[in-house]
């Protein structure tokens, strides 16, 4: 029996009906050229037949009923494979809606809680010869970038490489104090910073109400702070249902426009998570007066830090959604990005640390007397940029097409938008409320039309 | 705003995690005999654009999260239609099992009580040109013999016709105080039952306590009584995850079989439930030296009913699990049911209805304090034959091959045994619970081998 640290148990707690704490990664790949219809078939028997379960995949409950009492990880050594591993099928024409449509639906079923948390689908009837892998693990064993890295591990730069195992057997590192240097995880760094100082949960209510009201008392008008952004259809309560789309484009296209419009890569994707909002919101006439936030992990150094060691911390971009040229909203939100980013590196490490924590308040905030949706929105949504592998993956075999991430969300968080990059490609995931986001696709539409306006804006501007 | 009445409202109460307390409904079609692909992609935009919503469908809870104080409902006048329609497919190579692990899961997943509490799916990939529809509603809406009527209203005898619509559009008939003389469902006898003595929850609870103590003082050696049955694998918690197996036969085999054997034909089907029953718990060494028992809804006259009504209960039959030879366990049973029906038909109507008010025990049982799983059971399983259409009905000129009914359980009740005549044929549904009945689908096909078994035993015998 292994205690869970207090604030991976935290997802534990927040997990509700509503708000069920999985995270999610699909990756969609294409069969080998010459494969016919036995080589999903026996990859279905492959993975029925590997009853090796690597950490966290070994990993369950001590006592579900009493997670809040209690909460501890023990190890299964009678893991009913049949249910955490599914095999699964899209109806025709088996297009991206489909498939987006399947994974709203997995994604939006809770987990048993008597069982390892996780679950691992299969998924047939891609069209052009593709098929998917969906993954889904509860937030307390893996958090996205983890969920991202085990499926790396699982593949292979090598396309005549075919030994490679399922996700279960190849497993995760089981999570070790890290070494001086190194570079952690956002939320990783965000944890470590709220437990460093509370260790506790009373502990997390006290800081949560210390830090919320010093946001309340700045009153700096060019940064964009937390709390000022304004009430929209993405800050409400959240319903348990979610809706999932996804949109890729090529890497080097956000590279070209971020070069002719001298800004960042990172700049590029918020101007296109702002463009696709602000014509989203405004179809359904709810488009606010103000300028809508994200926020955005970054990396910085801090001012006092002698040595080579970066942080991993969040700043709140204005999206500037209130501006309606492309361009110029492209360059407001990189303004406010520099602002934020700037004002985070002249932080010495522990306040950085301190200002880190605020960004698990929106779940901290549920816990705590439900609070998530009736406060002011700490910032409209979360939007993270995340590298991925820069080399073509294979399995067994199969090329791995795209990856994408699928995200939690919290009361009072409605619309998470993350990216991930792998081997040339942009490959953005939506993970929305459903109540709160009808239609949501169109938001990944309008997301690829608003790219090919700032194409369009800067090859007339700039040639 | 329409208040539940109490005993509608208990499924509510009762409805965990690990008791999600929804029906099904299974049915298999062909398509007609000139249909191509497009039949079914046609039939999936018909009913995607079919967006009026009878009763029980546009059936809400007022208040989802006070549904334990202020059980209600009311009208949703803005249904999420595509959350409630699903369009999904099997994966190769399209079989029964297939069919049976995707009922599995999604009759395990549970129900959004924000929403209308109703789901259908229309299932394609189906081998031999044929497709399924799966309905899940809340038992607080309806049962699961009205959710069988309910489909077989959507269908019609006329295999040209074209203009059926899909369930929510057509809806079931309002529950209304039955006419004099009709017959009404076992369960909802049963509900009336309890309702006229009790109306209220803690009148429940006491009730419960009498009718607990009645059995146990009774001590009749010939009677299988309510709670002798021995402790079995069906009687402990159950988890929140389902199997679903099926199994079909022509009506004249166990017609034949009944006759030759000089038994009823709910004799016969009690006597292949008990046969593979009694194989697989040897399998897993688990059989009861004592024999397991079945609750059996039936047909009775009343002792004091002048005119001709019949009123419906249950008996608890004997289902002779510690004899070996099948004709020799078939006339045991015969003997048993036999027996407690005519002591059943020599009780007034009073004395009936309380009777089978105890039938709703297990879930009482789970309602006060959650007994169910530690009581010794009050019989083994549910072993239920329910009438269904006796003429071929299409839907749009799909041919319906078979129906099945997906039952709920509770704590102490594992396992539920459904059969439903329709049109010559003889359909059961396993219903079990995952962790307590490992590769359950052996059951079915013990079902069928063991109809096999009295058709060899019986033509040597009597011919």
Known sequence: MTPIKPLDAAWLYVDTRETPMQVGCLAIFSLPPKAGPQ????????????R???YPFNLRLTAPRFRFLLPAWEEDRQIDL????????LPLPGGERELGVLISRLHSNAMDFNRPLWECHLIEGLEDRRF????????????????MRMLARMLSPDPTSRDQRPPWAVGARARKPRPEGEVATPLQTAIDGVRTQLKTVPGVARAFGDIFKEALRQEDKDWALPFTGPRSAFNGKVSGQRRFATQHYSLDRVKKIAKAANVT????????CAASMRRYLDEIKALPDKPLTAGVPVSVRPADDQGAGNAISFIIANLNTHIADPLQRLHAIHDSAQRAKHHLQQLPKADIDNYTALFMAPFMAQLLSGLGGHLRPMFNLTVSNVPGPDRVLYFNGAKMEQMYPVSLLAHGQALNITAVSYAGQFNVGFTGCRDALPSMQRLSVYAGEALADLERQLGGDGE
């Open 132 to 147: 998917a892998l969906y993954m889904k693990m509860h937030h307390s064993l893996v958090d996205g970038i983890g969920g």
């Open 39 to 50: 080589f999903l078939k026996k990859l279905v028997e492959k993975f029925r037949a590997t």
């Open 52 to 54: 090796d379960f690597a």
């Open 82 to 89: 049949e249910y955490h591993f599914r095999h699964s099928a």
């Open 265 to 272: 890569v990172n700049d590029v994707f918020l101007e296109i």
